[in-house]
């Protein structure tokens, strides 16, 4: 079969690779319709994470089920399903708890299960799924091709961007303000909206991400960044800032202007993967500003938000802006680590 493989930083290509194989009875195997590209992705492909070897790639996917295990009984083949980013067993007193990306069984997608088999990454045409009981869900028909983008965001961004709302604590008719553009900004955007937020400003530079913003239920963007971002804030919000601030980018800034827009009081819920991120605890302190956040448990959330996307009463697919078939990988990663996508799916 072919799959994505990341050689080096910025060389990505699609391989031929073994096809997987049953390993364990909790086992299925799935073949992937549609996959994407994370803009965690980027940080092994520039480099910033460090690539010593050819690795597998890719942790998003829906797909239809070809194989199943032994003893697998909530799946058939033929089924269509959608993969969260981590693989947990659905059962275990962490998952209870709805922290299933510290599941004791589980693990991530393009490494190896705790049995030491290896595991396919998300951006090929096959994937040994371990657990897959607990890890898949199924959804109640097969879906049409409009359908399929929606679905797919249900395997990481949407869900994530849904998580920073959570942590952050948003309520109905809260004031909002998200900082970061990408994929699971925008997500965030539409999760703040969705939980009933009265009032939410998006930090963007960019017109096509704004306007995407603007789609999913912000009220105004903000342009500038810094102290700057923080006083238009202030101005827009009551002269006291955000009730709850969504923190979707993970950089040294991104967390300052998150600490900048929040009012005292305020709650921060972060996603963003935390690259060189230090807190000024003292401040935080002094303002009592609180922090919440981190991997989102994607999991947990898929049921509760699944319906209202078969529904369309929300449609987070709209973070797809460029769709390319698997063998043009390459082109995709280039377009999102250019800035000329905000995010790539790739139909397989």
């Not at 990408?182 to 963007?204: D, E, F, N, P, Y």
């Not at 101005?235 to 800034?253: K, N, P, Q, R, S």
Request: hydrophobic content about 45%; proline content about 5%; glycine content about 12%.
């Amino acid at each position: 079969m072919r799959a994505t493989v990341l050689h080096a930083p910025r060389d990505i290509r699609l391989d031929d690779v073994p096809a997987p194989e049953l390993q364990e009875d909790t086992d299925a195997i799935v073949r992937v319709v549609a996959s994407c590209i994370c803009g965690s992705d980027l940080w092994p492909y520039r480099g910033i994470k460090e690539v010593t070897s050819p690795v597998r790639i890719g942790h998003e996917f829906v797909g239809i089920v070809e194989q199943v295990g032994a003893t697998v009984s909530t799946l058939s083949p033929g089924d269509f399903v959608i993969a969260p980013f981590t693989f947990s067993d659905n059962v275990c007193l962490l998952c209870q708890r709805g922290v299933h990306t510290s599941c004791v069984n589980g693990g991530f997608w393009g490494a190896k299960d705790k049995q030491g088999h290896a595991v396919d990454g998300g951006q090929g045409e096959l994937v040994r799924v371990p657990w897959a009981d607990g890890t898949l869900v199924v959804t109640p028909s097969q879906p049409s091709e409009a359908l399929v983008r929606q679905l797919l965001t249900l395997s990481d961004v949407f869900p994530t961007g849904h998580h920073a709302a959570v942590s952050a604590g948003v309520t109905a008719g809260s004031t909002v303000v998200v900082v970061g553009d990408g994929a699971v900004g925008l997500s965030a955007v539409l999760a703040a909206k969705r939980l009933g937020a009265g009032h939410i400003v998006a930090m963007s530079r960019h017109e096509d991400r704004q306007r995407i913003a603007l789609e999913f239920g912000a009220d105004q963007v903000v342009e500038e960044r810094g102290k700057d971002g923080a006083a238009v804030v202030r101005e827009i919000l009551d002269g006291i800032g955000a009730d709850f601030v969504l923190e979707c980018v993970g950089t040294a800034d991104s967390m300052k202007q998150a600490m900048l827009s929040a009012r005292p009081g305020g709650r921060i819920g972060y996603v963003g993967v935390p690259h060189d991120v230090e807190l000024n605890v003292p401040a935080m302190f002094a303002r009592n500003i609180g922090l919440a956040g981190g991997v989102a448990p994607v999991r947990s959330y898929i049921e509760e938000l699944l319906p209202e996307v078969l529904a369309g009463t929300v449609t987070p697919g709209s973070v797809f802006d460029l769709t390319l078939p698997l063998d043009r990988v390459a082109d995709g990663y280039r377009a999102m680590d250019e800035r000329t996508a905000i995010k790539t799916m790739l139909t397989i």
